[in-house]
């Protein structure tokens, strides 16, 4: 039995504590028009926020603010100085008639400001692309044509390009769309991962409730109909009684499969530890989650153990 | 595009009919039985006085006709329909410091254009050249009209051209956003065109100029004008060696550049200006037409075979290149008009890419 990997990825480590945004009143919208109340969260390192709600609600128009690709109507929106922040768009946006190999997308995340002029800063960066495909479980997909990949292979690889560049904040538009269940589950499975192992801050804007209830740490709920923003803490917002009624039951379902798997996986810790062991000594991704043993069966448990080899398979 | 490779600067064709009214009163002097060339047969040639076969020496250069003539005069004899390729073929090499330069600018122009084209196609921005022609025109006939009608003397047409070309390019960059960027060329082309048409009822007497002040001829490249396309493809060359990063990742992906914190407004200003330069440049030297055609072809052909932006532009570059050179060579051995010639030879690369991206998909599925 090989000794699992417990080396640190050659990037920054925030403290698990560490608030990367904070946001206050902020309202978001076009042209002056408001879409949503006022929005005021606080999104710290190792948490996985999910914004969820109906077609139309102003999910990736509050995501593009965030990300300053839009301006804010007014409130407040603060990124901590030394964030770095990286982006996984939805895929049907990108342009799939410039060709580009796999690790042409991976490369060209890694510049950030005005570093593009720096003949030599992909050199210094081949390790943080070559941590970012073995996360991502890219690696083999290397020499392959991007736009030959199935949903969830191009996901990955647009994840490793976000990671290329060691961001301390991932942020992620539609991650799932026009993928199947089981595809869904990789991603979700894998960001949890990422979340862990690198320890950094995760947002996605998701229209699945069933799979974001399962992984998420936090919700932010957009209702427009009823105009209403709610955020927090998954099972506080599932408690919510303005959400109950609505979506209470399906958070709600996701946080006891999720807490049941936790407990089974507690149960039976030997031998899953074991079996990890012997699957993760190729691939540095699940290395670290030792931590995760000291929680009980409560909900910020990750899922590397059960799922770590999932994405090994091609799709 | 009207004006195609057929113009030539006044100055330089008086010169040059000067020359060959000389020439043919000594060549049938002494009895050889050289005839003139017929007519280009080239419908889009606005005036038959101006042929424009790169096979017709006396044409390309008057500045050093005379002693080139005696290749000119080979080439004429005969049967004016035929020409001995092999015989030509070591003819325009040998009398490379006649026609060197015009072909060196068809392949320079090519290059640069085919190299640029890469990121044309890639932004849906085919008509980007056209649409400046347009605008160029419009600042033309406005700093004409600004002249004769209001007595405003200080803006000189070249200046007017440039102030119209560059507003044109920061309205598209920063005005408009990249999905409404097609329409808007639309909008930019007909603008200069109608715009053209209108003030140029005014100014009646003056609009002859700017089609010579426009539109060059690939046919008879003066050495400074090939010195300025040098010069102007070397700095817009190391520009783009030296930031193409920055310049793939904002093609590839603006939102994503903006995120990770690119100067992506820069990044899209520098590269449609560098566009705008390449195109004012090559259109004054070459014409519109071979213009067109190598900001677009190569670039198209190269981004069906190669596997990433990068080899693209190399290949694309090579292409264009190719295109520029051989097609005038092509109009030197079949006697054909210029700018249509290159302009053909870079149609010829998209099924040539074709040809090798279907040979490329047989071989990866062959074991």
Known sequence: ?315 | MEGDDSQVSADEFEALANALEEDEAETSGDGSGAEAPEPSPDASAPDATQPEHAGTPELSHGHDLTHHHDHGAELLSGDPGFVDPEMSLSTFFNSWDLFGDSAMAGAVAGGLLGFLGVYVVLRRMVFLSAALSQTASLGIVVAFFLQISLGVGFISPLLGALIATFTAIVALTLGVSQDRRDSMLGFVFLLGASGTILLGTRIVQEIQDVQTLLFGTAVAVVPGDFKLLTGIAAVIGALHLAGWRGFVAVVFDSEDARVRGLPTRVIELTLLMTIALAVSVSTRVLGAMPTFAFSVLPGMAALRIARNIQRALWLATILGAIAGFTGYLFAFLFELPVGASQAFVALACIPFAEVVHRIKIALAKSP
């Open chain 1, 1 to 315: 039995m090989s000794a699992i990997t417990t080396e640190v990825p050659p990037f920054e480590r925030a403290s698990s504590t560490e608030r990367v945004l904070e946001c206050e009143e902020l309202r978001v919208g076009y042209d002056g028009h408001a879409l949503l109340p006022g929005v005021a969260f606080s999104l710290h390192t190792s948490q996985l926020w999910a914004i969820v709600g109906d077609n139309g609600s102003g999910k990736t128009t509050l995501l593009k603010t965030l990300l300053g690709l839009q301006s804010p109507l007014s409130g407040e929106l603060r990124w901590q100085e030394r964030d770095r922040v990286g982006y996984v768009p939805q895929r049907a946006r990108l342009d799939l008639s410039a060709p580009a190999r796999v690790i042409d997308v991976v490369r060209g995340g890694v510049d950030r400001g005005w570093s593009f002029l720096n003949p030599f800063h992909i050199n210094k960066h081949r390790e943080a692309i070559a941590q970012a495909m073995r996360d991502t479980n890219t690696e083999q997909l290397a020499e392959q044509m991007f736009s030959h990949l199935s949903e969830g292979q191009k996901q990955r690889v647009l994840m490793a390009r976000a990671l290329a560049s060691e961001p301390s904040v991932l942020v992620l538009d539609e991650p799932t769309s026009a993928m199947d269940m089981q595809a869904e589950h990789d991603v979700f499975t894998l960001l949890d991962r990422l979340r862990h192992v690198r320890q950094i801050a995760i947002m996605l804007v998701s229209h699945h409730l069933p799979v974001v209830a399962e992984f998420a740490t936090h919700v932010l709920l957009l209702d427009r109909e009823c105009d209403m923003v709610l955020a927090g803490p998954i099972e506080k917002i599932a408690s919510e009684h303005r959400c109950r009624a609505r979506y209470g039951r399906i958070l709600q379902e996701g946080i006891e499969r999720r807490n049941a798997h936790l407990c089974s996986l507690d149960d039976g810790h030997d031998h899953i530890h074991g079996h990890d062991h012997d699957h993760d000594h190729d691939h540095d991704y699940d290395h670290g989650h030792d931590h995760t043993h000291s929680h009980d069966c409560g909900h910020d448990h990750h899922h590397a153990h059960s799922h770590s080899h999932s994405n090994e398979e091609e799709e």
